[in-house]
């Protein structure tokens, strides 16, 4: 179904201009919406505080039990996506943490965090699968 919702970033400058904004499916908006939850830290989006993921809480830290580190960003994760994300039921959250040499500028360690959520579109009844993956320390997408 494209064209029922709006696809982000909205475009401001064409708003002034009372230009349509570009549409997109229920799937994209979904995938759009999880994106920017996985992106956005607790506290940044102003008007609630609760949106966002833990993930960034942690961006610089040296972590000593890795397996707990994964499975409380796991939590947070989905506890989020089930708080702001009602169009998806079912949901289940995967999450990846693996350190990697990352070549930019110049060679070193980062940590890669994989994202794999899925569950059912509530109105269509239809499987979803959103995956993503985005390294920490600072963030910087692939």
């Not at 494209?2 to 349509?20: H, Q, S």
């Not at 102003?46 to 580190?69: A, T």
């Not at 702001?84 to 890669?112: G, M, N, P």
């Amino acid at each position: 179904m494209a064209g029922e919702y709006y696809k982000i970033p909205l475009k401001l400058a064409e708003i002034t201009k009372k230009k349509e904004q570009p549409k997109c499916s229920l799937s994209e908006s979904v995938a759009e919406m999880l994106h920017l939850i996985a992106t956005t830290c607790f506290g940044e989006f102003k008007h609630d505080e609760s949106f966002g993921c833990e993930i960034w809480e942690h961006d610089f830290d040296n972590i000593s039990n890795s397996q707990l580190y994964k499975d409380q960003l796991q939590k947070s994760i989905q506890q989020t996506i089930e708080k702001h994300e009602k169009r998806l039921s079912r949901i289940k959250v995967e999450l990846q943490i693996e350190q990697v040499d990352y070549t930019l500028f110049r060679r070193r360690a980062k940590s890669r965090i994989k994202l794999s959520v899925s569950g059912v579109l509530s109105r269509t009844n239809e499987n979803f699968v959103y995956n993503d993956q985005f390294f920490i320390g600072p963030l910087s997408y692939y």
